[in-house]
């Protein structure tokens, strides 16, 4: 896949890695949203993301593996991405 997305450093909340202890692979994840593949993210968030991609901005994914939503969100500065579950959203 090609990158579209820089990630800088990849990192994961505790409830994610809780995910990874029962089986949650984080690297096809990771690399869907480096690719440009925004998986489950509304329209709304889609076209945010393109307009991210060319002019910055914080770039967001949605997955739901195993059945649990999974955010993925690369900052707007592209120095890390980080995997969480919607309610470890930083305030």
């Known amino acids: 896949m090609a990158r579209k ?7 994961a909340t505790i409830g994610v ?17 480096a690719s440009g593949d925004w998986g489950d993210a509304d ?5 945010e993301n393109e307009h991210a991609l060319t ?9 739901h593996p195993n059945g649990r939503r999974v955010w ?6 592209r120095s890390r991405t980080v995997a969480m579950l919607p309610h470890e959203k930083a305030q």
């Not at 997305?5 to 990192?11: D, F, K, S, Y």
């Not at 002019?55 to 997955?63: A, L, M, Q």
Request: overall charge positive; some cysteine.
């Open 5 to 11: 997305v820089r990630l800088g450093q990849a990192l």
């Open 17 to 33: 890695l809780e995910l990874c202890r029962y089986g949650l692979d984080l690297g096809p994840l990771f690399d869907r949203h």
């Open 43 to 47: 329209e709304k968030t889609r076209k």
């Open 55 to 63: 002019h910055g901005g914080r770039i967001t994914s949605v997955y």
């Open 72 to 77: 993925i969100v690369t900052e707007a500065d």
